[in-house]
């Protein structure tokens, strides 16, 4: 997001864990204040991995709340005593949805969060829409479908397909032991996802809008593009092991036609193009090791 914005010419004010507590009010109307903000990306999270603890865990359930609504407020609130115009960007997830079924979910299809993650992250959705209705602030949620980086940490599935074929492509052997091959995704690159959140912001009035690509695809994809890429045959190296995951998998594939009509945007990396940056990027890591 910073360097999307860097390059277009902003001035950007970073906030992560290390230099403000977000749960503080006081610190982030002042920060909003003297920053004297015309844009508000708010892409804090807290969630939990499918091969975590319960969701039942009641530190789970406080720390969701904390991040995903109670200082999302503070913000919303900031934003509303801040400079005139300001508008503020929420990153909400496709979670919000039930899913599974392959028809693409759009904003108006129904809500149904079945972990703490995703209540507390429609929770922040119906926070902005109170502060967009009520005060007219230019509130807008962006219902995120699957992105993917290399910044991704390694608890993430995407990350570890990456990893685990660059490294056995320079170390000749090796396994990955992944739950279900055969889960379909939505997968998109974050580059293309950055770019849409900032096209939200240009928009006069805040509002929902689905940011995905509209393409399934399945684990056993992802896994035999990234093995290609670097000469090899996943199935090979991949074990499915059905215990590895936590959680019931849950099919989620977005329509994302009301942020291509209104702000004009569309995904411009093809799924094997992210894939292989994804592998690329690992490599290069090896590579200085």
């Given at each position: 997001m910073t360097e999307h914005l860097v390059v277009r010419g902003y001035e950007v004010i970073g906030v992560d864990r290390?230099?403000?507590?977000?749960?503080?009010?006081?610190?982030?109307?002042?920060?909003?204040?003297?920053?004297?903000?015309?844009?508000?990306?708010y892409l804090a999270a807290h969630h939990q991995s499918s091969e975590g603890k319960s969701d039942a865990d009641t530190?789970?359930?406080k720390q969701s709340y904390v991040v995903n609504v109670m200082a999302l407020g503070y913000f919303l609130q900031a934003a509303l005593k801040g400079k005139e115009g300001c508008g503020i960007f929420y990153a909400s997830s496709s979670h919000v949805f039930s899913g599974g079924t392959m028809v693409p979910l759009n904003?108006?299809?129904?809500?149904?969060?079945?972990?703490?993650?995703?209540?507390?992250?429609?929770?922040?959705?119906?926070?902005?829409?109170?502060?967009?209705?009520?005060?007219?602030?230019?509130?807008?949620?962006?219902?995120?479908?699957?992105?993917?980086?290399?910044?991704?940490?390694?608890?993430?599935?995407?990350?570890?397909?990456?990893?685990?074929?660059?490294?056995?492509?320079?170390?000749?052997?090796?396994?990955?032991?992944?739950?279900?091959?055969?889960a379909v995704v939505d997968w998109g690159a974050a580059e293309d996802f950055v770019d849409a959140m900032h096209r939200v912001l240009q928009l006069k009035q805040g509002g929902d809008f689905i940011i995905a690509t509209g393409i399934p695809h399945t684990v056993s994809d992802f896994a035999r593009v990234a093995f290609e890429h670097v000469g090899l045959d996943h199935r090979k190296y991949v074990r499915v092991s059905p215990g590895k995951i936590g959680k019931r998998p849950t099919t989620l594939i977005g329509n994302p036609a009301k942020l291509m009509e209104t702000t004009g945007w569309k995904a411009t990396r093809a799924f094997h193009e992210m894939v292989a940056s994804l592998v690329d990027f690992e490599l290069a890591r090896l590579g200085h090791q």
């Amino acid at each position: 997001m910073t360097e999307h914005l860097v390059v277009r010419g902003y001035e950007v004010i970073g906030v992560d864990r290390y230099n403000h507590d977000i749960s503080d009010s006081v610190q982030i109307q002042e920060l909003v204040h003297n920053a004297r903000a015309d844009e508000i990306y708010y892409l804090a999270a807290h969630h939990q991995s499918s091969e975590g603890k319960s969701d039942a865990d009641t530190e789970l359930l406080k720390q969701s709340y904390v991040v995903n609504v109670m200082a999302l407020g503070y913000f919303l609130q900031a934003a509303l005593k801040g400079k005139e115009g300001c508008g503020i960007f929420y990153a909400s997830s496709s979670h919000v949805f039930s899913g599974g079924t392959m028809v693409p979910l759009n904003e108006e299809s129904p809500k149904q969060p079945a972990s703490i993650y995703a209540l507390t992250k429609l929770a922040g959705m119906q926070l902005c829409e109170f502060y967009r209705t009520h005060y007219g602030l230019k509130a807008s949620s962006g219902i995120l479908f699957n992105h993917e980086s290399p910044f991704r940490r390694p608890g993430f599935l995407s990350k570890q397909i990456a990893m685990a074929a660059a490294r056995i492509a320079k170390e000749g052997e090796g396994e990955l032991v992944v739950g279900n091959l055969d889960a379909v995704v939505d997968w998109g690159a974050a580059e293309d996802f950055v770019d849409a959140m900032h096209r939200v912001l240009q928009l006069k009035q805040g509002g929902d809008f689905i940011i995905a690509t509209g393409i399934p695809h399945t684990v056993s994809d992802f896994a035999r593009v990234a093995f290609e890429h670097v000469g090899l045959d996943h199935r090979k190296y991949v074990r499915v092991s059905p215990g590895k995951i936590g959680k019931r998998p849950t099919t989620l594939i977005g329509n994302p036609a009301k942020l291509m009509e209104t702000t004009g945007w569309k995904a411009t990396r093809a799924f094997h193009e992210m894939v292989a940056s994804l592998v690329d990027f690992e490599l290069a890591r090896l590579g200085h090791q």
